[in-house]
């Protein structure tokens, strides 16, 4: 089945120390986003990706960046996690084919935990 | 601000009525509103999608309205079972980076009892 998966489902990492969450994507969609999602609240749009291009949110900490090698691929990499950060990550991908109401599919998230 | 609201506290209904859920927006101008469902400790699933020009749209036992004059949205599960019991968020579309960004509300967790 074609799915969102991320990796790893749970990450424990230490305060300060840098980490990197994975998500992959058999759909062949063109937009992979990456969303902060903390007990009870809304999920977080931190950026996307449109094929090549970066979309930065305006609020996203300069702490959280991401790559994206390829379609199927794209990193969440946390330089300097602090307590705060912990949360659920989670990763989305949609059609996104030029003006688009389209859905997301989401993964089903990883969650970290900083010591 | 933008802000959307949902209400925060849990929804209880019995097997077989009608759960409504709302979802208020204020200082947005969405150009299309998403329906999802999130289990705990799982990503949300898409439910329904409406767009600013539809006043109402269905899937099986969901309807999903919206009034852009009262910018509210309401969510509706007609003979609602205990699987129904989740938390149901609400996104709105923003017209800017191509209305692929999505603003999520908290949700609102509803229990069905059986």
């Known amino acids: 089945d074609a799915m969102v998966i991320q990796n790893p489902r749970y990450q424990v990492t230490q305060f300060g120390k840098p980490v990197t969450l994975s998500c992959s994507q058999t759909l062949n969609h063109n937009v992979m986003y990456w969303y902060q999602q903390k007990s009870s609240q809304a999920p977080k749009l931190l950026f996307h990706?449109?094929?090549?291009?970066?979309?930065n949110e305006a609020d996203t900490p300069d702490n959280f960046q991401s790559r994206r090698p390829n379609t199927s691929f794209c990193f969440l990499d946390i330089r300097s996690p602090g307590l705060g950060d912990a949360a659920m990550y989670l990763c989305?991908?949609?059609?996104?084919?030029?003006?688009?109401?389209?859905?997301?599919?989401f993964g089903p998230g990883t969650r970290l935990t900083v010591l | 601000s933008q802000k959307i609201e949902q209400n925060s506290e849990a929804l209880n209904i019995q097997e077989g009525k009608t759960a409504t859920l709302t979802c208020n927006y204020t200082n947005y101008s969405p150009a299309y509103l998403q329906w999802y469902r999130q289990d705990p400790g799982r990503g949300p699933v898409f439910l329904l999608l409406i767009r600013e020009n539809e006043k109402e749209k269905r899937k099986e036992r969901l309807k999903v309205t919206f009034d852009t004059t009262l910018k509210q949205s309401l969510f509706h599960i007609t003979a609602s079972q205990p699987a129904d019991s989740a938390t149901y968020l609400c996104?709105?579309?923003?017209?800017?980076?191509?209305?692929?960004?999505?603003?999520f509300g908290s949700g609102t967790r509803l229990q069905v009892q059986p």
């Open positions: 990706y449109y094929d090549k291009d970066f979309n």
């Open positions: 996104a709105l579309g923003r017209s800017d980076t191509g209305r692929r960004a999505l603003t």
């Open positions: 989305a991908t949609s059609r996104g084919s030029g003006q688009s109401y389209n859905e997301q599919f």
